[in-house]
T-cell receptor
Framework: GNSVTQMEGPVTLSEEAFLTINCTYT??????LFWYVQYPGEGLQLLLK?????DKGSNKGFEATYRKETTSFHLEKGSVQVSDSAVYFC????????????FGIGTKLQVIP | NAGVTQTPKFQVLKTGQSMTLQCAQD?????MYWYRQDPGMGLRLIYY???????DKGEVPNGYNVSRLNKREFSLRLESAAPSQTSVYFC????????????????FGAGSRLTVL
């Protein structure tokens, strides 16, 4: 079956630190990959996505590259801000059928001033 | 603003009571989903609806029923609530096609926090 693995955290960083949140996946088929972000008290919203190998998704200073050879989609940001404090979910979707999206458990990020 | 609207935001039930969570989207999406979010388990799919008039089970359907009332609305019903159903519930919808940046991306509601005593 399909699965997504990421650390639960919390990850605590000081403002302006470099962020990496690891995400690896297993999938039958050729998935599209996503990072969703959930700010406190809100629903999830798309942060970035990549639909094929070697694609780089980017948004709001965050980046992630679709690595088929290592089945990974690690999220990075060069300089985090307090406003980036949230829970980050890695997810994959296989085309066809009902196109179910499989989520990781979510990684909580806390950025301190 | 366009998006997914869920009601209620908070609800407390006693074991055995029933209730319905309502969800509506105004983006003309065909597909709609109900997830539950639990600590350490991420999001798990309860039910989904690929189009108006169709519904199917997800990973954790036991204890729930759904209705796709029309293209806009997708409700989740707990017939006899149990403490194990204490969770945060999210409704989502998905655009289709490939010609725009929002294609095949889930849009979520703000969530409904349910506590079953």
């Amino acid at each position: 079956g399909n699965s997504v693995t990421q650390m639960e955290g919390p990850v605590t960083l000081s403002e302006e630190a470099f962020l990496t949140i690891n995400c690896t996946y297993t999938a039958t088929g050729y998935p599209s990959l996503f990072w969703y972000v959930q700010y406190p008290g809100e629903g999830l919203q798309l942060l970035l996505k990549a639909t094929k190998a070697d694609d780089k998704g980017s948004n709001k200073g965050f980046e992630a590259t679709y690595r088929k050879e290592t089945t990974s989609f690690h999220l990075e940001k060069g300089s985090v801000q307090v406003s980036d404090s949230a829970v980050y979910f890695c997810a994959l979707r296989i085309s066809g059928g009902y196109q179910k999206v499989t989520f990781g458990i979510g990684t909580k990020l806390q950025v301190i001033p | 603003n366009a998006g997914v609207t869920q009601t209620p935001k908070f609800q407390v039930l006693k074991t055995g009571q029933s209730m319905t969570l309502q969800c509506a989207q105004d983006m003309n999406h065909n597909s709609m989903y109900w997830y539950r979010q639990d600590p350490g388990m991420g999001l798990r799919l309860i039910y989904y609806s690929a189009s108006e008039g169709t519904t199917d089970k997800g990973e954790v359907p036991n204890g729930y029923n759904v209705s796709r009332l029309n293209k806009r609305e997708f409700s989740l019903r707990l017939e006899s609530a149990a403490p194990s159903q204490t969770s945060v519930y999210f409704c989502a919808s998905r655009g289709s096609g490939t010609s725009y940046s929002g294609a095949n991306v889930l849009t979520f509601g703000a969530g409904s926090r349910l506590t079953v005593l």
